[in-house]
């Protein structure tokens, strides 16, 4: 077998292809790769396509459309990454090729990212953080009581892997879960203790809202102004999904009010302005999309493609294939 790998030259193969890994890649047989520090090309694919049994590649590589693999020898494209719908178009799945990507090496990482930012913009243990470091002493008597997970109505927008490990993760709090989505059984709910909701009740009713949705047409704004406003003045928003689920200019009208706190890792823009006026609000944790960074999760990422290489390579069916229908659930770009 012949496996290419795409990835330019840079920190982000090194932290993928470590030698261990490669290791295993050349275990299965020849490999060829990218030695540039630029992308691939589209015309490159082509080319890759006719000479080579696998591909491996990750965020930046062009999008690998039917027309580049019909009569050609590839048959598996590894993801090293979340969502594929900016690195296949939809029509390849009308062939016979196999499609997998890291996407659950996200989930739990995502998860507890998500709880801290969730007792973070509960307890605003930063805030005190702040004062000590800054020289402010608040008196014992004059120490303010701060707010709990414990016992708090959460809701959670989208149901899938990350919100999984959530509810696992947030359980031993005795909260009460709301979940809102298309493809929440109630057996599921029943065994998971969950409450099946809509995102309007989840909205006027939840102290904490929590978004794990994917980003496609139906949830570009979500939460748009009507729900916003339905929100408790005391309501926690916590979002490490996508930014443009929110509404941000509905959702800032409310925060300067002094009313919702907000905890983000995700805005409407891939990088926030510097001069934005979330970044003055006392009522925000506002964090640079880190929210899956972490050595774990790149590690999970690179294990879960090459374990599904190795199944090709063994002409086992793969366990993590991506189908037409899970592709067209994953997040898109806008």
Same mark, same amino acid.
């Given at each position: 077998?012949?496996?290419?790998?795409?990835?330019?030259?840079?920190?982000? %193969?090194?932290?993928?292809? #470590?030698?261990?890994?490669?290791?295993?890649?050349?275990?299965?047989?020849?490999?060829?790769?990218?030695?540039?520090? $630029?992308?691939?090309?589209?015309?490159?694919?082509?080319?890759?396509? %006719?000479?080579?049994?696998?591909?491996?590649?990750?965020?930046?590589?062009?999008?690998?459309?039917?027309?580049?693999?019909?009569?050609?020898?590839?048959?598996?494209?590894?993801?090293?990454?979340?969502?594929? $719908?900016?690195?296949?178009?939809?029509?390849?799945?009308?062939?016979?090729?196999?499609?997998v990507s890291g996407n659950r090496g996200f989930a739990k990482p995502l998860a507890e990212s998500t709880l801290l930012l969730m007792l973070m913009g509960l307890k605003r243990w930063h805030v005190f953080d702040s004062m000590q470091k800054s020289g402010v002493e608040i008196e014992n008597n004059e120490r303010p009581l701060t707010d709990s997970l414990i016992g708090k109505c959460v809701g959670l927008l989208g149901f899938g892997q990350i919100s999984r490990e959530v509810i696992s993760l947030i359980k031993p709090f005795d909260v009460r879960?709301?979940?809102?989505?298309?493809?929440?059984?109630?057996?599921?709910? @029943?065994?998971?203790?969950?409450?099946?909701? @809509?995102?309007?009740?989840?909205?006027?009713? /939840?102290?904490?809202?929590?978004?794990? +949705?994917?980003?496609?047409?139906? *949830?570009?704004?979500?939460?748009?102004?009507?729900?916003?406003?339905?929100?408790?003045? #005391?309501?926690?928003?916590? @979002?490490?999904?996508?930014?443009?689920?929110?509404? $941000?200019?509905?959702?800032?009208?409310?925060?300067?009010? =002094?009313?919702?706190?907000?905890?983000?890792?995700?805005?409407? #823009?891939?990088?926030?302005?510097?001069?934005?006026?979330?970044?003055?609000?006392?009522? *925000?944790?506002?964090?640079? +999309?880190?929210?899956?960074?972490?050595?774990? /999760?790149?590690?999970?990422?690179?294990?879960?493609?090459?374990?599904?290489?190795?199944?090709?390579?063994? =002409?086992?069916?793969?366990?993590?294939?991506?189908?037409?229908?899970?592709?067209?659930?994953? #997040?898109?770009?806008?």
């Open positions: 077998m012949k496996t290419y790998i795409a990835i330019p030259n840079g920190r982000e %193969k090194e932290i993928f292809i #470590t030698p261990k890994i490669r290791a295993r890649i050349e275990k299965l047989g020849e490999v060829g790769e990218n030695k540039t520090s $630029q992308q691939i090309t589209a015309n490159d694919v082509g080319t890759i396509a %006719k000479e080579y049994d696998a591909i491996i590649v990750s965020w930046g590589a062009p999008c690998i459309k039917k027309s580049d693999l019909m009569s050609k020898k590839l048959k598996f494209i590894g993801h090293i990454g979340g969502s594929v $719908q900016d690195v296949v178009s939809e029509d390849v799945f009308d062939i016979d090729i196999n499609v879960i709301m979940v809102a989505d298309d493809y929440i059984t109630s057996d599921e709910a @029943n065994k998971l203790g969950v409450e099946i909701s @809509n995102v309007d009740e989840i909205c006027e009713i /939840c102290d904490v809202i929590s978004i794990h +949705h994917t980003l496609n047409e139906s *949830t570009l704004h979500l939460l748009n102004e009507r729900r916003i406003n339905k929100m408790k003045s #005391t309501a926690l928003i916590v @979002n490490t999904a996508r930014g443009k689920i929110i509404d $941000q200019n509905a959702l800032l009208k409310r925060l300067e009010k =002094g009313e919702l706190f907000a905890a983000l890792d995700v805005y409407e #823009t891939p990088t926030l302005a510097v001069d934005h006026p979330l970044r003055k609000l006392d009522n *925000t944790i506002l964090t640079p +999309h880190l929210g899956g960074k972490t050595m774990y /999760c790149h590690q999970r990422l690179v294990e879960i493609v090459i374990e599904q290489l190795e199944l090709f390579a063994k =002409g086992m069916p793969l366990t993590g294939r991506i189908t037409k229908d899970i592709y067209c659930r994953m #997040t898109k770009k806008f």
